[in-house]
Nanobody, 123 residues
C-alpha cells in the first residue's frame, strides 16, 4: 500500500490561492488514479477532484470547477491541487487518496490516504 503525505495547506484570505501537494512512496504510483477530498468539521469527507493514472483525464466537483486544477508528475510521484479564488466554504482538511477505479467519488473507493493538510480561508 502506498504512503501518502499531503502538504501546502495554510491560512489564506478569500480570493487567494494555495497549492497543495501529495507525495507518494512506492513504485506503483503511476498505476493509480489519484483524488483529492476534503472534510470540514462535522461533515463527511467529500470528493473534490481526480486525475487518471496517465494524467490525461480529470474531473471535479461542480463547486470547484474553474477554480481548482489537479495535476500529477509520475516521475516525481506527486499529485498537486492548485486552488485559486478560494472561498470560506473551501475551509477543510484536504486529503489525497489513491484508487484503481476511475470516475469514482466515494471515499471507500480509495484505498490509500494521507494524514491531511488544513486549509483555512478567512472572509
Amino acid at each position: 500500500q502506498m504512503q501518502l503525505v499531503e502538504s501546502g495547506g495554510g491560512l489564506v484570505q478569500a480570493g487567494g490561492s494555495l497549492r497543495l501537494s501529495c507525495a507518494a512512496s512506492g513504485r506503483t504510483f503511476s498505476s493509480y488514479n489519484m483524488g483529492w477530498f476534503r472534510q470540514a468539521p462535522g461533515k463527511e469527507r467529500e470528493f473534490v477532484a481526480a486525475i487518471r493514472w496517465n494524467g490525461r483525464n480529470t474531473y471535479y466537483v461542480d463547486s470547484v470547477k474553474g477554480r481548482f486544477t489537479i495535476s500529477r508528475d509520475n516521475a516525481k510521484n506527486t499529485v498537486n491541487l492548485q486552488m485559486n479564488s478560494l472561498k470560506p466554504e473551501d475551509t477543510a482538511v484536504y486529503y489525497c487518496g489513491a484508487s484503481l477505479s476511475w470516475f469514482v467519488v466515494q471515499p471507500n473507493e480509495y484505498n490509500s490516504w494521507g494524514q491531511g493538510t488544513q486549509v483555512t480561508v478567512s472572509s
